[in-house]
Structures are given as C-alpha cells and as structure tokens.
C-alpha cells in the first residue's frame, strides 16, 4: 500500500525568506508521480508542482522547486521569496502509474508572517 | 462548467439523518474521486470512477456511505444515518482519464456537520 507522511504540522516563515516543506513516502512502484497541493482558507485544492518519478530533474514552477530524492523516498518542497499570499495548508500527494489512487499526506500549515 | 462544482457548500444535518452530497465536474472529465478531510487533517480517499468501468469503493467506511455516478456526468454522495463522526469536508476532484498526467482539479467541497 502506498503511504505519504509529513512529519511537520505547522512551519513559519518570515514574508521574502525561503522555506522547506518536507514529505516521504512509501511505495513498491518504480513509476509514479508526485504532487505538492496548497489549501487556502477557501478548501480548494490548487496543484503546485508536479514530479514524474522517473525524471531525475528536480521540477520547478516559478519560485517552487522540489528536491526529489528516489532511493531516500523524498520529496521536499521549497518556497523561496516568501509572500503572505502562500500562507496556507500545503499536501503532498502519491499517485501509482498502475493504480487509481491519490493518496495524500497530513499536510503542514504554513504561515507567512510580514 | 469552469470548474469543479460541489454543493451545498454546507450541510448542518441531525444524527440518524440521511445526506446527499453532489459533485458537477468538469465536462469530459472522465474520472471523479471522493475524499474526506477531518478537521486538521489529510485527504481520506472514499470512492474513485472512471468513465463505465467498476468503481473503486475500497475507501468507503461503512455500508453507510455510497455513491453514484452515470457515466461521465454528475457524481452524488449518500451517508444515511450520519453519525458525529461523519462531520467533515467531503471534496470532490476531477480529471481526464490519466489525470497524474494531465491534472487534478477540486471543488470548494461540502462542509457536513451532523449535531
């Protein structure tokens, strides 16, 4: 069964400085994805980056970036540039090529302090 | 639609009362999950469709909870005789069939609170 853990509840960070998030995860695959998810107040769930696992380049969109360790079964997220606007519940996500499943992990709340 | 559009937003229901939840997703969108989110917590995945094939209902929690859905169109979610613990944010997602690749995207979700 596939598993994602994220072992930090909650994290702060002073708005322009950088932050890390960090997720393992659990899986016998050797294809899958990644996804790091962002919650705001308002529930919806917005896609912040996306990792395939058999690309060892980590991704980036803008100023999120990821470092995709596979043998370790890491996958943290950074911000960096800090803005009030990424205040929010982050999630890391897991989804098996060969299954259906999305699974997600606790999230940590982040917050952005000005 | 734009979007994936679930309603009510919120649902305040009496124990022992039963609730149906409802998700529009994206036209074309050929698969629809269902996830529970207590409070302060993760996703719990309930229930996955894709197109005309057997759903995954291996998250479901009890013979309490069910779900439908006709093809590639509206998805509705029962819980008959809610229980306190049922109380939570229930989202719905939606994607074209390899969604890993192409996407997922979410409703606002539904807030239940049974009292």
């Known amino acids: 069964a596939q598993t994602v853990t994220q072992s930090q509840p909650e994290m702060s960070v002073q708005e322009a400085e950088t932050v890390t998030l960090s997720c393992t995860y659990d899986t016998s695959e050797n294809n899958y994805y990644l996804f790091w998810y962002k919650q705001p107040p308002s529930r919806q769930m917005i896609l912040v980056i996306r990792?395939?696992?058999?690309?060892?380049q980590n991704a980036t969109e803008n100023r999120f970036s990821v470092n995709f360790q596979k043998a370790a079964k890491s996958f943290s997220l950074k911000i960096s540039d800090s803005q009030l606007g990424d205040t929010a519940m982050y999630f890391c996500?897991?989804?098996?090529?060969?299954?259906?499943?999305?699974?997600f992990g606790e999230g940590t709340q982040l917050t952005v302090n000005p | 639609g734009a979007g994936v559009s679930q309603s009510p937003s919120n649902k305040v229901t009496e124990k022992g009362k039963d609730v149906e939840l409802r998700c529009d997703p994206i036209?074309?969108?050929?698969?629809l999950y269902w996830y529970r989110q207590r409070l302060g917590q993760g996703l719990e995945f309930l229930i996955y469709?894709?197109?005309?094939?057997?759903?995954?209902k291996s998250g479901l929690p009890s013979d309490r909870f069910s779900a439908e859905r006709t093809g590639e169109s509206v998805s509705t979610l029962t819980i008959q005789r809610t229980q306190q613990e049922d109380s939570a944010v229930y989202l719905c997602?939606?994607?074209?069939?390899?969604?890993?690749?192409?996407?997922?995207?979410f409703g606002s979700g539904t807030r239940l609170t049974v009292v």
């Open positions: 990792q395939e696992a058999y690309k060892q």
């Open positions: 469709f894709q197109g005309n094939s057997a759903p995954d």
């Open positions: 036209s074309g969108h050929t698969a």
């Open positions: 996500a897991l989804r098996e090529t060969s299954g259906s499943r999305l699974t």
């Open positions: 997602a939606s994607s074209l069939r390899f969604g890993h690749i192409y996407g997922y995207t």
